[in-house]
């Protein structure tokens, strides 16, 4: 049971193992219409079971009684969930006879929830990894039985930590099921005292604040590429941050500048925060394609410019 991109390595990694898995169905979303155009699309995880040859169903909601039967019906001895986006009744859960088992995105128990990816770079954690557990009717509270970490550097994004973690999704999925298999499986317990959250993400989320952190506002950055992305409202509107780095001191830089100003000079431009300068390095302002920060400056023919805090 998948929808997105980040579902797609954990089924060709279990399509991958006929020798440990026969997949005898594949759960994913309805088809939805997407895009400006709001062009019907198939989700991506039934694009990839198609070219594999396997079964699809795609229930609105799979905790209708008629999809249980169906799901029953089915006699699969277990089933893995991995962002699928439909919430599971316990009778969905007793029906495997195995249970669910979910590949989560963080190192459980931080960031149960929607968005673990963009969290962990967002409060500038050093480390994300993904978690396999199983599934109860709580979200994400499940014992936890196998964990990987892999590093946040300084320069990764959420993109990037996404395709990171989904590989890795994969290979976990594969190792947890061999040892669900054999019975050697081990299931920790999650502390309650240590859980965060990650809720979901909204567009408004991406207006920079410029009163924060150099630091606190490029985690921001890094963390909405590519949604929703982060942007500051300007005097020109809303200018999208694609790129930026921040510098403590810049030199030239007036001592009384306060959150928002700005300084142009050598065909840099850098935005004041809270304990130093933000350089913008790519921006794509309103109705605009993205571009380095000298092609949009030299679209302003000297007009007034500035951020507003």
Request: charge should be neutral.
């Amino acid at each position: 049971m998948g929808t997105p991109d980040f579902a797609v390595p954990s089924l060709r990694a279990l399509a991958a193992r006929p020798d440990l898995a026969n997949i005898v169905a594949v759960y994913t979303q309805p088809d939805r219409p997407s895009g400006r155009g709001q062009k019907i699309t198939e989700p991506p995880i039934k694009i990839v079971a198609k070219e594999l040859g396997l079964k699809i169903l795609q229930p609105e909601n799979v905790n209708d009684p008629d999809e249980k039967r169906a799901l029953v019906d089915i006699m699969a001895d277990v089933v893995v969930v991995v962002a699928y986006a439909q919430f599971l009744s316990q009778a969905i859960l007793n029906t495997p006879r195995l249970g669910c088992i979910n590949v989560h995105s963080s190192l459980l128990p931080k960031y149960r929830g929607a968005a673990p990816i963009q969290y962990a770079i967002w409060q500038g954690e050093e480390e994300s990894g993904v978690s396999t557990m199983r599934l109860v009717p709580k979200m994400d509270a499940g014992p936890v039985l196998l964990q990987k970490s892999i590093p946040i550097t300084d320069e990764m994004t959420a993109s990037q930590l996404h395709d990171e973690l989904a590989k890795i999704g994969g290979e976990l999925i594969v190792d947890t099921l061999a040892l669900v298999r054999d019975g050697k499986h081990v299931e920790k317990e999650q502390d309650e005292a240590q859980v965060t959250y990650a809720k979901l993400i909204k567009k408004e989320d991406g207006l920079i604040d410029w009163t924060k952190t150099g630091r606190e506002i490029i985690n921001q950055i890094r963390a909405f590429d590519p949604w929703p992305g982060t942007f500051g409202r300007s005097t020109r509107g809303m200018i999208k941050i694609l790129k930026a780095k921040f510098h403590a001191n810049v030199s030239g830089a007036p001592s009384s500048a306060t959150a928002g100003d700005i300084l142009s000079q050598a065909g840099g431009l850098w935005v004041k925060c809270a304990d130093g300068w933000v350089e913008l390095l790519q921006v794509q302002p309103e109705g605009r394609k993205p571009m380095q920060v000298q092609e949009f400056l030299n679209g302003l023919h000297n007009a007034h410019f500035g951020f507003n805090a």
